[in-house]
């Protein structure tokens, strides 16, 4: 069990570019949730896969932000027409649920700078 | 909505020493899971605790326990005999337990701690 990995780690571009994150979760985990976290605060929620289907996306999620889950294995993250305001530190977490309490297991995150 | 607060942005604790980081939150469920993780500087969140509403003792590993106050709403975590890779950011989360949003977690802004040796 490696973990959830995530990749690039950093991530510097101009404004107005387009990025995209990826997020490799612990083999088997059925749930992948990703999390956007800035400075000075907690992480806040995203969006949320269960195997393939995303299920839930946050109102923070604007029509730029786009995950995909494909197979219910690795997940990517775009940001389209990247605005300073998207700086922050992007976490990828995956987990194991079948209804009951689960525990998530986060990845390094990937650290995003918009110039 | 849930929120979660932590009050404490700093707190500091000497070398083997006991310390105990605040949490409250705000929820109208009766059913939810309560958290806190740990954020090493540069390293990944891990977690250290884990609590179910509707179990009334108090949980605990090794040397970190909480004390879980579900009608004040509080749930704080002590940690015990203090060490110096103690030291980072922790916070504290909120999940419901019901359907729809019953997989994200709900962060407090996070408590820094500091270990003096």
């Known amino acids: 069990d490696t973990g959830v990995s995530q990749d690039p780690r950093h991530k510097i571009t101009k404004r107005g570019q387009n990025v995209t994150f990826r997020c490799d979760p612990i083999?088997?985990?059925?749930?992948l949730y990703w999390y956007r976290q800035t400075l000075g605060q907690g992480p806040e929620f995203l969006t949320y896969?269960?195997?393939?289907?995303?299920?839930?996306k946050s109102r923070l999620l604007s029509d730029r932000f786009s995950a995909e889950r494909p197979k219910g294995s690795f997940s990517t993250l775009e940001i389209q027409r990247t605005e300073q305001g998207d700086s922050a530190m992007y976490l990828c977490?995956?987990?194991f649920g079948t209804g009951g309490p689960d525990t998530q297991y986060f990845g390094p995150g990937t650290r995003l700078t918009v110039l | 909505a849930q929120t979660v607060t932590q009050s404490q942005p700093e707190m500091s604790v000497q070398e083997a020493e006991t310390v105990t980081l605040s949490c409250t939150y705000d929820?109208?469920?009766?059913?939810?899971?309560l958290f806190w993780y740990k954020q090493p500087p540069s390293r990944q969140m891990i977690l250290v605790i884990r609590?179910?509403?509707?179990?009334?003792q108090n949980a605990t590993e090794n040397r970190f326990s909480v004390n879980f106050q579900k009608a004040a709403k509080s749930f704080s975590l002590k940690i015990s005999d203090s060490q110096l890779g103690d030291a980072a950011m922790y916070f504290c989360a909120y999940r419901t337990n019901y359907g729809g949003s019953q997989g994200n977690l709900i962060f407090g802004k996070g408590t820094k701690l500091s270990v003096k040796p």
């Open positions: 609590q179910e509403a509707y179990k009334q």
């Open positions: 929820t109208s469920e009766s059913d939810y899971y």
């Open positions: 896969f269960q195997n393939e289907a995303q299920l839930e």
């Open positions: 977490a995956s987990s």
């Open positions: 083999s088997e985990h059925n749930r």
